[in-house]
């Protein structure tokens, strides 16, 4: 998905009609993390959250979101991704394969 194209077409939204949202997404299961060093573990859920982020672009094209998403963030090495949507597609979201739970940034910060 090109997400500068799709930050284009919602540059005509104002910000009100966006919401930013926390996307809790599934971790790698605590036995496989076993035994790694910091490093390592580091690297393993840098990879979970990176290949989750390509999944979750996939599945917003396929569902023709891809017109409510003005940006994904960065993934980090925590089961965390920040995306600036409409309302509509963040309740959609939470369809989402891997995604365990959406936090809209009221509920984030009150």
Not at 41 to 61: C, G, P, S, Y
Not at 93 to 102: H, Q, Y
Request: charged letters at 20%.
């Amino acid at each position: 998905m090109a997400l500068h194209r799709t930050q284009n077409r919602t540059q005509t939204r104002t910000a009100t009609d966006l919401v930013q949202v926390m996307v809790t997404i599934d971790r790698p299961e605590p036995e496989s993390l076993a035994g790694c060093n910091r490093q390592e573990k580091f690297d393993i859920l840098l990879e979970n959250a990176q290949r989750h982020r390509t999944e979750l672009v996939a599945w917003i094209q396929e569902q023709n979101l891809a017109d409510e998403v003005a940006r994904i963030g960065a993934p980090t090495s925590f089961n965390l991704l920040f995306v600036q949507c409409t309302p509509h597609a963040a309740t959609q979201l939470a369809r989402a394969p891997g995604v365990i739970d959406i936090t809209v940034e009221t509920e984030i910060y009150h």
